[in-house]
């Protein structure tokens, strides 16, 4: 999944990525997804601002 939002003279990417495969070799309690978020801000002008990549673990199924 991908959103763009436009706000405060900057224009911001996040992407989404989940799995289920990582399960059983997690070590959480009611483990139903693992996920990486994927975030790249730029001003409107185009040079990059930074980019961040977050990793979690959710007990919320994918069918949800």
């Keep these: 999944m991908k959103t763009i939002d436009k706000g405060h003279g900057r224009l ?9 495969d990582l399960n059983r070799y997690v070590d959480f309690p009611y483990v139903q997804q693992v996920f990486r978020v994927e975030r790249v801000v730029c001003n409107l002008d185009g040079t990059k601002q930074r980019r961040e990549v977050a990793y979690g673990i959710t007990s919320v199924p994918a069918h949800v």
Excluded: A, G, K
């Design 12 to 20: 911001e990417r996040r992407r989404i990525w989940t799995s289920e």
